[in-house]
């Protein structure tokens, strides 16, 4: 009995350790994570001040790097090859797993690491053509010697990295998704840029707005959903003159609605997702020189969206942070200038309704004629399953999305379209950037805007010559007026795209009188400019609001741009409490409503995270909108529909209190406005009441929107920052939401010798056993800034510097 146990005990754990050494579908093995020899426990690190010296093939001489107490590389090499060689590497070294998890993102390829539930995902990039799209980037690149040599030194250097590593040394990331690194390839550095494109640039609301044009009319459409806002402040000052002759503008070939409404109800691209960038001249800076400010808002998360770095070439001195996967410095500043960026919003996504002669889908009708199509197949990879094979149809527009009746993987994508998007375009971004690096001033600076592609950006510059400028920046189709506004008839060659805006005449204003250039994503110009950008942008409260302060500002400071980064003033709320409070009639309120009223009545519009007034204007602003429109625009029918704005539901409340669109269809009596404001706002506390209880510090907006910088896989909270106490929100200058919020501050000022600040909300390794992995965070949350080493050499002396590394 005794050998028998012993047997049965061999047994089971001979089963136990075969089971923990393979893969069960898309489940990983557990063994390798397990392990003491290649598991998690080799991830733990320890941060080290000895100096070091490392052999590896790839530089044409020895680079040193100087790290700083931040973990920040500045890089010296002797030549342009080896200084982007040696950001390849220090970036893999820090960010690999970042670096390709991102990528298979961008290609289609998550389903290989984690299974069918990324299939949706994958179908969908792979259908609106990520791939092609990063494959016409490579062509750009690999066609310009110098961005050739840039993408090819750095592809090198990450490969340099991978070509060490040992399986204990893999990321966590890998372990736990049973995965290994493969090699890097140019092609994965464009579609790093085209993921961020994405991110930036497929905003699209044809379909949203073609239904409700086919459910209201053209008449109703143009009244609730107008071209140019009632609030609104620009970034290229009004009244700025266009010092060019425009090219004739395509006339309109709208021929009606072209609608559909198969769309899967997937969240479409994150409106809160914005930036604040402004430069202010030398007249209002203390120092004499002009100083700069940048604050890119994009989703948070863990490892940190950029990548802190110095490159030092005997061609340029730039400093800032880099995108991982990315050569050069994307945002930052030389000796001579600094520059930052925000998003334009730009109207680049375009849907065109095709006619195939048959089944087939050979043959498309365009302009009278039948055309081919070309079909691409894509293998789709899905761990522990088949693989997956889908055939994409390309038009001259662009790929077909989805095939018609499929359900689409997001709500703004129609299906069975072809999508035109500036994503598919040859453009050459690395080029930009290189410029950008060794820029000297302002002639430099144009210059290499001519070069950049997408997403459009609007790019803010400052110089040692005392000039300032920004422009609203990117490769912007010819278009009529809307076009692209409502879908688009694929037959049709006027609805085509005819051209391009000359770079040249892309909006841009240079040291206007007032002193200062400033984005916030909101509209481009007045409508005084020749060509359409786009009918829609950001609300305009955190523009205005950084407007207001920056024309009242005098001998600015980099602490007074640090101060106006973490501004929480709620303008919209400041423009509509006055109009929307004396219209409740305490007396109708009970118990905790009563109360809200009384705290929203005494709020000081500060979104921070203390206020229990935030909490309930915002939800407020929530329901009372819903309460104006749903009824009506959401009738239970299957056309995907969107709402009016804040903008012209204020508008409405304000010059139109007797309108139809406060009453609710669905229900008798009538309601006026004044019913549909108490209605909301009794809605409003009782949603407040169920999710916190009773009114109280659990109202506070900081425990309320719970800001949460989240690990890039779902679920790893271990590796997350959650309940992060910030204040902010949409459509505040801090615009810190639940999700999104500023993923890097930065303030430059200008000098013989330029001092700069800044902070993202994590830390330079992505290892999240590491010290560095999110270190800033709570200097970010707090507001602050941290000194940004800028070195000649690598000689310097600072107190932040910690050691040094020889790549030999």
Not at 38 to 48: D, L, P, R, T
Request: glycine share 8%; proline share 7%.
């Amino acid at each position: 009995m005794r050998y028998l146990k012993a047997i049965v005990v061999s047994l089971i754990a001979i089963l136990v350790v075969c089971s923990l050494n393979r893969p069960w579908g898309s489940i990983p093995a557990f063994g390798p994570l397990l392990s003491p020899f290649v598991g998690f426990w080799q991830n733990a690190e320890s941060v080290s001040d000895s100096d070091e010296e490392i052999s590896l093939d790839g530089t044409q001489a020895p680079v040193t790097v100087v790290f700083d107490d931040m973990a920040v590389p500045h890089v010296f090499a002797k030549n342009d090859h080896d200084v982007y060689f040696a950001q390849g590497y220090l970036t893999a070294r820090d960010r690999l797993w970042q670096m390709e998890f991102q990528t298979h993102a961008a290609a289609g390829r998550l389903s290989e690491i984690v299974g069918d539930r990324a299939l949706p995902l994958d179908r969908f990039n792979r259908e609106i053509g990520m791939t092609y799209g990063a494959e016409q980037a490579m062509k750009a690149m690999m066609g310009d010697p110098i961005a050739k040599q840039i993408v090819e030194a750095y592809s090198a250097g990450v490969n340099a990295w991978i070509s060490r590593l040992k399986p204990a040394d893999y990321p966590i990331e890998y372990k736990l998704l049973g995965y290994s690194p493969e090699p890097w390839s140019v092609l994965k550095c464009a579609l790093l840029l085209k993921a961020m494109t994405s991110t930036l640039a497929s905003g699209a609301d044809d379909l949203q707005m073609s239904n409700v044009r086919q459910k209201f009319g053209a008449a109703v459409t143009n009244d609730l959903f107008p071209d140019y806002p009632d609030h609104e402040d620009p970034i290229i000052p009004p009244g700025t003159k266009w010092d060019f002759k425009p090219l004739n503008v395509p006339k309109s070939a709208d021929t009606g609605t072209i609608a559909n409404s198969l769309a899967m109800n997937w969240p479409a691209r994150d409106p809160a997702i914005g930036s604040n960038d402004w430069a202010v001249g030398a007249q209002k800076s203390a120092t004499g020189y002009p100083i700069l400010a940048n604050d890119p808002h994009l989703t948070l998360s863990l490892p940190s969206i950029w990548y802190q770095i110095q490159l030092v070439s005997p061609t340029m001195n730039a400093c800032g942070v880099s995108l991982p996967g990315s050569p050069g410095v994307i945002i930052g500043f030389n000796k001579n200038i600094a520059w930052g960026v925000t998003n334009v919003g730009a109207d680049v996504l375009d849907f065109y309704k095709i006619r195939f002669r048959d089944a087939s889908k050979q043959e498309y009708f365009h302009g009278g004629v039948w055309k081919p199509v070309r079909r691409r197949l894509e293998v789709i990879k899905v761990k522990g399953q088949a693989d997956v094979i889908d055939t994409v149809y390309y038009t001259h527009h662009g790929p077909i999305v989805n095939q018609a009746g499929q359900r689409g993987f997001r709500a703004n994508i129609p299906s069975g379209y072809a999508a035109r998007w500036i994503a598919h375009e040859p453009t050459n971004e690395l080029r930009c950037y290189y410029i950008l690096n060794r820029a000297k001033n302002y002639t430099d600076y144009v210059e290499a805007l001519a070069y950049y592609g997408a997403p459009a950006q609007n790019f803010v510059f400052a110089d040692n010559n005392k000039d300032i400028a920004i422009s609203p920046n990117g490769k912007f189709p010819l278009k009529w007026k809307e076009q692209g506004k409502y879908l688009l008839d694929g037959t049709n060659p006027a609805h085509d795209w005819q051209g391009w805006i000359p770079p040249a005449q892309n909006p841009r204003v240079k040291n206007p009188p007032r002193g200062f250039v400033s984005s916030a994503n909101q509209f481009s110009t007045d409508p005084s400019y020749p060509y359409y950008i786009n009918w829609q942008f950001a609300p305009a409260e955190r523009g205005i609001r950084i407007n207001q302060r920056l024309a009242a500002m005098q001998r600015v400071t980099t602490d007074s741009m640090r101060q106006l980064q973490n501004d929480l003033y709620n303008l919209r709320a400041a423009i509509a409490l006055p109009k929307l409070l004396p219209t409740i009639n305490a007396s109708t309120l009970i118990n905790d409503q009563a109360r809200a009223l009384t705290i929203l009545k005494s709020w000081n519009y500060q979104n921070d995270t203390s206020a229990i007034g935030a909490t309930i204007f915002t939800e407020w602003n929530r329901q009372l909108n819903d309460a104006i429109w749903k009824d009506e625009f959401d009738r239970g029918d299957t056309l995907l529909t969107r709402l009016p704005s804040f903008d012209r539901t204020l508008r409405l409340i304000e010059r139109e209190p007797k309108a139809h669109w406060f009453d609710n269809v669905n229900t008798r009596p009538t309601e006026t406005m004044a019913d549909v404001l108490v209605s909301s706002f009794r809605a409003t506390c009782d949603t407040l009441a169920k999710k916190h209880g009773p009114i109280g510090p659990a109202w506070a907006w900081g425990t309320h929107k719970a800001t949460a910088i989240r690990h890039l896989v779902p679920g790893l909270d271990a590796f997350s920052a959650l309940n992060v106490q910030i204040g902010g929100g949409s459509g505040i200058v801090n615009a810190t939401t639940e999700r999104t919020g500023p993923s890097w501050r930065m303030v430059v000022e200008l000098g013989p010798t330029p001092r700069a600040q800044g902070i993202y909300p994590g830390g330079q390794s992505g290892n999240p056993g590491s010290p560095n992995y999110r270190n800033m965070i709570e200097t970010w949350r707090q507001g602050q800034l941290t000194e940004l080493v800028y070195l000649q050499s690598a000689q310097d002396k600072n107190l932040h510097l910690k050691r040094k590394m020889t790549l030999k």
